[in-house]
């Protein structure tokens, strides 16, 4: 048994609730609506590629900043949505998904007792990450149910010497907002005045519903050159076991990242670099099927918790929704309420408490990247819930 002590970092986090969900839902043999990710395949065209890419190669370590015909077609595809110019070598590192890419931005740009602004509810990966960096994550409330801010407390963070970036999660995980352009130049132009870096994560940049827009961030005057950008292919080509994803940033602030992935992961999976190619040169319309599916299925999971009696908050974009559980809890916990609901009813969802710095038990994140099947089945079982919970 070691005696002394070990990192205290390890001390204070537990691990995710979100993948405890996953853990219960499987024990349960639960319908797991807690983790997002999808229960259908990605695109038959990159699986084809995939089979061939796994008898042709390549199969060892690939350059490290990325397969150079990763990085070009990368640097199309954002582009063509961004609208900003990226340069493969200059501009593009390819990382182990957007946590890897998240991570190694904050090692890469802070330093022990910088201050990191992050909206509450968040992502729980987040928090652990500025704990690691031994950053001080800040917590400016998003106001349920509409998930707005207030740029005056906003401010009040940004003007804290200490505040050195701000973790922008748009589309929101787990709100489903999709911030407005106008909401975003607020954050820009504060950004700009206390000389703020925002590292975004835009995984769900390709799931936004009508009327709702993705506006870059990165793409307002001003901001390319204080916006670390990172993202993943994981929800927009359906391959979150892949682990890819990217920065996209200014030459300056790239290199830094640059050394940091260097000798955190070496390099991205590389036969799955290439495998996922034909994704990155898909035409707009693999875009407009993707989210016409998710808002169909958006439409059957909504309709159907509004049919069952349930209030949500209706999501702008991603493929998460915040349930009020308050009616059905009974005076239990979110924690207790989620649990009850695996073992008794076989679904699962993620306590909201575990999103917010804020004291909010009446929440539970339920998300719908399944199948119709998958989800009419979940809402039959949820349609148990007065009898069964
Ligand atoms: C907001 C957000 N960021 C990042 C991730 C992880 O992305 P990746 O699979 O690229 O690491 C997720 C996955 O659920 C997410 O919801």
Known sequence: MIKKELNRKTDILTDSVIRRMTRLAIDHDAINLSQGFPDFNPPQFIMDRLQEIALAGP??????????????????????????????????????????AMMASLMALCNPGDKVVIFSPYFENYFAQAVFNSVEPVFVPLIPPKFTFDADVLEAAFKDPKTKAMILCNPS?????VFTKEELQTIADLAIRHDVIIITDEVYEHIIFAPHKHTYIASLPGMWERTVCCSSLSKTYSITGWRLGYIAAEKSLLDRCKKVHDFLTVCAPTPLQMAVIPGLEAPDSYYEEFGAQYTRVKDIFTKGLTDIGFRYTEPEGTYFLMVDISDFAKGKSDTEFCEEMTVKLGVAAVPGSSFFNEDVNHLARFHFSKKEETLYEALERLSDIRKKM
């Open 173 to 177: 995980n787990p709100s489903g907002r």
């Open 59 to 100: 199969h060892q370590y690939s350059p490290t900043w990325g397969q150079i015909e990763y990085r070009k077609a990368l640097a199309k595809k954002l582009e063509h949505w961004m609208g900003i110019p990226i340069d493969p070598n200059e501009n593009l590192l390819a990382t182990v998904g957007s946590t890897e």
